[in-house]
């Protein structure tokens, strides 16, 4: 279902100059045990960030993921960037959330950052529709103008691939402002918020239990603490308790 998202995602990234970094062969890309699922892992070097992960999960009719993170480098205030894309095939059910995620939640912050994403959510109200959140709270490491909805093949064929473009076009836009402002918020801080952002994600994230359902727990410890939060500060006892895993 996302195969040309995902394919628009890793262009736009080297056409920025991303290079895409060495991974573990069983990080790169996995076989599960259960059905037929793969995942595949980039992770890219790309100039004005530290860190950009790309992950596609095809795990046929039953799922189908795109995920993505981009950390900017800590001399750059700007939120992080989030995609969350499911396509639950036979059900035919769209999960699909795209964010600029905010280091801090005040107007300031939204003032410089938010121009692009507040057009951005005014131009598709059918991907912003008012879902509540179960597992993540909606005031930390979300913004109010968030594209999240849970929607069908309506949403997934025709509103979120323009709505990708044009999320990707205004992320890119708001990195090259970047370059001409100060930030606000000291490049300590913004290491700080970074890395709390992946301790609270990795708290979070309803993924875990889904992962060792397909890879095993072995696997998946490994992967969710190395490749997708490497920075989160959470012991492995704790996780086993946020993660649900049994
Ligand atoms: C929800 N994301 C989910 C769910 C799953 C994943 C299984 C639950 C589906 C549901 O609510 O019906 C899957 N999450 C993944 C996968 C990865 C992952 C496969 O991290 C890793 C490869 N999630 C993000 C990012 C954002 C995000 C970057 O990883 C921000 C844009 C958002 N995912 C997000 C939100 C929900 C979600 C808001 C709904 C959760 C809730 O209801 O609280």
Redesign the pocket.
Known sequence: MFESLLLELNTSIEMRGGESSELPNDIRSFRGKRGNCL?TNWLWQVPGFRRWRV?N?NAGDN?Q?L???AYPDYDNDQP?????L?W?GTKK?L?A???F?PLVQNKEYFGRHYDGLISLNSKFPELCKN??????D?KQ??SPW?L?C?GGIEEARFSLPRAFNEFLKCYWDLHNQMTNRAPKLSPEEVRRLQMDYDTY?YQ????H???ASYFGKSWTNKFVRSF?FPDSQVDELNFYKSSKLK
């Not at 992080?80 to 969350?84: A, P």
């Not at 879902?131 to 993540?136: A, E, G, V, Y």
């Not at 979070?204 to 993924?207: G, K, L, S, V």
């Open positions: 995942i992950t999960l799922l993921v995920n993505s993170v992080i960037m989030g995609i969350d499911l639950f059910k999960v959330v795209l964010d995620q879902t509540s959140m179960h597992s993540f909606p490491y979300f968030l999240f849970r994600s979070r994230d309803p993924a239990g889904l992962f997708l």
